[in-house]
């Protein structure tokens, strides 16, 4: 029995994995900004994913757990980066072409909240998980992560206005 | 405008900002994170295992022994306990559309690994994890031209990975790619030197690419392709 269940494991992670990775992505490069790190970052989710499998294909939304382990790997990356030695201007490359994926305003707001704000934002909004959802997820109160959105909205909406402009004009 | 109306504009905002990141797409195929999956599992099986052991023996002991198999603790501070927790695989390998072959690399650790990955993906490698040239390998003359057209390196940002682009169609009939990360800790040599070869100058094979975050140096070249070299 163990050893079908092992068989099917495989299949049911490739659809996973094809059907969730392109949202899964710009949802991560929305709050990185950079298109190599984030193709990382996703990519170290999925294989961790893979790796713990059978946990996260019981989870209410897995696609969830993808995004909330890239981001907070994207954290301790971070971290880990100001310890690192940059590598001249090949550094410039990679800026460049960023530039052309991901740009103006709109796009950098997320980058300006904290970590707790994007993830509530991610949950909340980019993948419209209601509040007790996201906050059984976060393993928080459905309070805080209501105040957490209430910030990161007031955050986006000073970030962004020229988009209410054209939203209120509807 | 009241709360609800606030975050159902910001919502609409994101989501329209989500969908105008197109034509951007993972470039991890399914066999590559399969593949790195399964080897993080092989690596938490021996590191269990291991500490298993040397927990009958004490602390003292099990740190020693979680350090020797293959995950130090680290010089980014992480603890032992936790040696593979926030750091991404140590390298992924994608094979583009037009053939290329583009490598991220963190570490070079596997070096076998990332060998036959390559190999599969029709490039004629040798990885090793030193820049000792393989005994079975010959190095191949690389002029400055040769290097660019066949290899080019950057430098992610945030990140601090090295992905390396290698262009298997510019390899001249014969040759090879040779890979090896060192840990002298030499980051200032980053040109290629002159060497006689009887009239003509040509490069010194092997070429600094990158400091990993390891601390190691990364150093690529070309070798003459064989059997028992580059697999082919």
Same mark, same amino acid.
């Given at each position: 029995m163990r050893v079908r269940?092992?068989?099917?494991?495989?299949?049911?992670?490739?659809?996973?994995?094809?059907?969730?990775?392109?949202?899964?992505?710009?949802?991560?490069?929305?709050?990185?900004?950079?298109?190599?790190?984030?193709?990382?970052?996703?990519? @170290?989710?999925?294989?961790?994913?893979?790796?713990?499998?059978?946990?996260? /294909?019981?989870?209410?939304?897995?696609?969830?757990?993808?995004? /909330?382990?890239?981001?907070?790997?994207?954290?301790?990356?971070?971290?880990? /980066?100001?310890?690192?030695?940059?590598?001249?201007?090949?550094?410039?490359?990679?800026?460049? @072409?960023q530039a052309t994926v991901v740009s103006g305003d709109l796009?950098?707001?997320?980058?300006?909240?904290?970590?707790?704000? /994007? @993830?509530?934002?991610?949950?909340?909004?980019?993948?419209?998980?209601?509040?007790?959802?996201?906050?059984?997820?976060?393993?928080?109160?459905?309070?805080?992560?209501?105040?957490?959105?209430?910030?990161?909205?007031?955050?986006?909406?000073?970030?962004?206005?020229?988009?209410?402009?054209?939203?209120?004009?509807? | 405008m009241n709360d609800s109306d606030t975050v159902d504009v910001v919502r609409d905002s994101l989501t329209a900002a989500k969908e105008s990141l197109v034509g951007i797409h993972v470039d991890a195929p399914l066999d590559t994170i399969v593949s790195n999956g399964r080897a993080r599992r092989r690596r938490h099986r021996v590191t269990g295992l291991t500490g298993a052991v040397a927990g009958t023996a004490g602390m003292a002991l099990a740190v020693t022994a979680l350090a020797s198999s293959g995950h130090p603790a680290g010089q980014s501070g992480h603890s032992v306990s936790h040696p593979l927790t926030a750091r991404l695989a140590a390298w992924t390998v994608a094979k583009q559309v037009n053939g290329d072959v583009k490598i991220t690399i963190r570490e070079l650790s596997d070096p076998a690994g990332l060998q036959s990955t390559l190999r599969a993906d029709g490039v004629p490698a040798n990885v090793s994890s030193s820049t000792q040239i393989d005994p079975s390998c010959q190095a191949y003359p690389m002029t400055q031209a040769l290097f660019a057209s066949i290899y080019d390196a950057q430098k992610g940002v945030g990140s601090g990975n090295t992905v390396l682009v290698i262009r298997p169609s510019a390899?001249?009939?014969?040759?090879?790619?040779?890979?090896?990360?060192?840990?002298?800790?030499?980051?200032?040599?980053?040109?290629?030197?002159?060497?006689? =070869?009887? =009239?003509?100058?040509?490069?010194?094979?092997?070429?600094?690419?990158?400091?990993?975050?390891? =601390?190691?140096?990364?150093?690529?070249?070309?070798?003459?392709?064989?059997?028992?070299?580059?697999?082919?």
């Open positions: 269940g092992m068989e099917q494991e495989p299949t049911e992670f490739a659809e996973f994995y094809e059907s969730t990775r392109e949202d899964c992505l710009r949802i991560v490069l929305l709050n990185v900004g950079d298109l190599h790190l984030a193709q990382d970052l996703v990519a @170290e989710a999925y294989t961790r994913a893979w790796v713990s499998w059978r946990k996260v /294909r019981a989870l209410e939304v897995p696609t969830a757990w993808v995004v /909330r382990i890239a981001l907070n790997t994207h954290v301790s990356w971070w971290r880990r /980066r100001r310890r690192e030695v940059a590598l001249g201007d090949h550094d410039t490359a990679t800026l460049v @072409e796009l950098a707001a997320p980058r300006r909240l904290t970590a707790r704000q /994007r @993830e509530v934002v991610t949950l909340r909004l980019l993948l419209d998980m209601d509040t007790e959802t996201t906050a059984r997820v976060l393993g928080i109160a459905p309070g805080t992560v209501s105040a957490h959105l209430h910030q990161a909205v007031a955050k986006l909406r000073a970030a962004i206005p020229s988009h209410y402009g054209q939203e209120i004009c509807k | 390899l001249p009939g014969g040759a090879g790619v040779q890979i090896g990360a060192s840990a002298d800790g030499r980051a200032g040599d980053g040109g290629l030197h002159q060497v006689a =070869n009887g =009239n003509q100058a040509v490069h010194q094979s092997v070429h600094h690419v990158a400091t990993l975050t390891d =601390n190691t140096v990364l150093r690529v070249g070309l070798v003459y392709a064989s059997q028992q070299c580059t697999g082919s």
